[in-house]
């Protein structure tokens, strides 16, 4: 079966970096996009960033473009997802997923698998 394991999240403070990682099995990985989402309580699930499948283009929210990049290795079964200059309001879970159609969207109901996310805390 398909599974999507995240690493990587953790307390820090703001202007930090970290770097959240997302293994994948069961997939043929490098037919399907790959996205990073994030969640506050009461909120809904908010898209951060997409790795397409075919040609690594990629796609940001406009909230965090110039400070994430999301990056894949395709021989790993592997995304990856480098965060700079951390704010508070990026606190959040932040979720992998994988969409069976290998472009890219920003929309959660187009991806189909899920990792069980990782807390990442930005302190002021």
């Known amino acids: 079966q398909v599974q999507l394991v995240e690493s990587g999240g953790g307390l820090l403070q703001a202007g930090g970096s970290l770097r959240l990682s997302c293994a994948a099995s069961?997939?043929?990985?490098?037919?399907?996009?790959m996205g990073w989402f994030r969640q506050t309580p009461g909120k809904e699930r908010e898209f951060v960033a997409a790795?397409?499948?075919?040609?690594?283009?990629?796609d940001y929210a406009d909230s965090v473009k110039g400070r994430f990049t999301i990056s894949r290795v395709n021989a790993n079964n592997m995304v990856y997802l480098q965060m700079n200059n951390l704010k508070p309001e990026d606190t959040a879970v932040y979720y992998c997923?994988?969409?069976?159609?290998?472009?890219?969207?920003?929309?959660?109901?187009?991806?189909?698998?899920w990792g069980q996310g990782t807390q990442i805390t930005v302190s002021s």
């Open positions: 997923a994988a969409r069976i159609i290998g472009t890219m969207s920003q929309r959660s109901q187009e991806y189909t698998y």
């Open positions: 790795v397409s499948g075919s040609d690594g283009s990629t």
């Open positions: 069961g997939l043929r990985f490098r037919f399907y996009a």
